[in-house]
């Protein structure tokens, strides 16, 4: 059987395969609320065969969001539209499961379809906040968070994810990738603070790791959680993987049960070698080290490269996303390239390949 097709387990979960579909923002939302966009799209990656899907950057309060336009789990009052979505994803056979965020300095923009820039109190942006007062290239300087207001975002992803629960959701995966605000306080380019949350490395884990178990605590046991991390800021000074791999050693330790492992986005002119795959060397130290079941993503877009990437040991799922934009149905396709008999929705039974 290929591996790519291989059930994989998770507490008590079993994924139907190891395509799992990477977070995406969509920029659809109104004021956080999820609509009959989100119920399509993640239906069609649904009915397209993938094993897990994640939903797109989440925010656990407003001023998280990286647009006015994110989707939100801050209030309960977006539990109900988020049903609707998980209930069809998981009727048709893919585990549910979210990204909750909080985009702490690089809150505040435009969608990337309207030029992804900060937006001015005018245009409806806002004060963001950050570990330090140092801004992402020519964004605004973020205010440096109190004590307070990091307990206070700690309070909100545990929050949050009890709403994704209510909400239906099947798995929880924390955003500490990306430059945005957990990734800022690992990364000693953006957190020059000098209390218990900067400085040493147990220091700069600090944050991310009581989010993490926050979550994990928030989440029942039987469900999985997922973290996503930058495994290096590409960046000389910055966020490496020897800190990636200490760090998943912590998280496996709280009880994480895989890291999506990604890379970059903390400064606005890292020099990123980026190609098929090129990730996925991170994804293979950072399993074979912290010992951690691991994705692998990035310019992953044929069966065979993903097929290959599994039957190598580098990671244990792969997560595909600019792939299954174009296709969402590239999970039944690759089922067919790689000569692995799969069942399509009934529905499309006549169009099987
Ligand atoms: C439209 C779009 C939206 C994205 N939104 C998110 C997001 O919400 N959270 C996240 O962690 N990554 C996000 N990403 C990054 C993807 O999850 C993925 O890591 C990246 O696109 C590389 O994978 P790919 O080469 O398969 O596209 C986004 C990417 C795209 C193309």
């Known amino acids: 059987m290929a591996q790519l097709f291989s059930p994989l387990t998770l507490r008590s979960l079993t994924a139907r395969n190891r395509i799992f579909v990477a977070p995406m923002c969509t920029y659809t939302a109104t004021d956080g609320h999820v609509n009959d ?6 239906g069609a990656l649904a009915t397209g065969g993938a094993g ?12 998280g969001r990286i647009s006015p336009h994110d989707a939100g789990l801050w209030s309960d009052a977006h539990v109900a539209e988020w049903q609707r979505v998980t209930r069809f994803v998981a009727a048709e056979g893919a585990i549910p ?3 909750l965020a909080h985009a702490g300095r690089k809150a505040s923009t435009a969608p990337a379809w309207q030029g992804g820039k900060p937006l001015t109190p005018d245009d409806g942006g806002w004060q963001t906040l950050g570990p330090s007062p140092l801004p992402f290239g020519a964004y605004p300087t973020p205010r440096e968070m109190t004590l307070g207001e990091i307990d206070a975002v700690v309070d909100a992803f545990a929050a949050a994810t009890h709403r994704a629960r209510a909400a239906g959701f099947q798995c929880v995966e924390v ?25 040493s ?27 996503r991390i930058s495994a290096t800021d590409w960046k000389d000074g910055g966020w490496d993987l020897q800190g990636s791999i200490a760090l998943c050693r912590e998280l496996k330790a709280l009880g ?9 986005a903390l400064v ?3 020099k ?16 074979a080290e912290a010992e951690i079941p691991t994705g692998a993503v990035g310019f992953i877009t044929a069966p065979a490269q993903a097929e290959q990437i599994l039957v190598t040991g580098q990671a244990d799922v792969v997560f595909l996303a600019r792939e299954l934009l174009r296709d969402p149905r590239w999970p039944l396709r690759a089922a067919r390239v790689l000569g692995h008999e799969w069942a399509w929705p009934r529905q499309y039974v006549r169009g099987k390949l």
């Open 52 to 63: 897990l899907i994640v939903a797109e950057a989440t925010a656990v309060v407003p001023e």
């Open 175 to 199: 955003h500490a990738a990306h430059g945005y605000l957990l990734h800022q306080f690992l990364s000693p380019l953006s957190n020059q603070r000098t209390d218990a949350y900067g400085g």
């Open 97 to 99: 499961a979210i990204q």
């Open 268 to 270: 606005h002119d890292a």
């Open 37 to 42: 966009w989100h119920l399509v799209h993640y």
């Open 256 to 264: 994480i049960d895989l890291i999506d492992v990604s890379s970059g």
């Open 272 to 287: 990123i070698p980026a190609g098929p795959g090129f990730q996925v060397p991170f994804a293979a130290a950072i399993r």
């Open 201 to 227: 490395q147990e220091n700069r884990f600090r944050l991310p790791l009581r989010v993490a178990q926050a979550v994990r605590a928030a989440f029942p046991q039987e469900l999985p959680v997922f973290v």
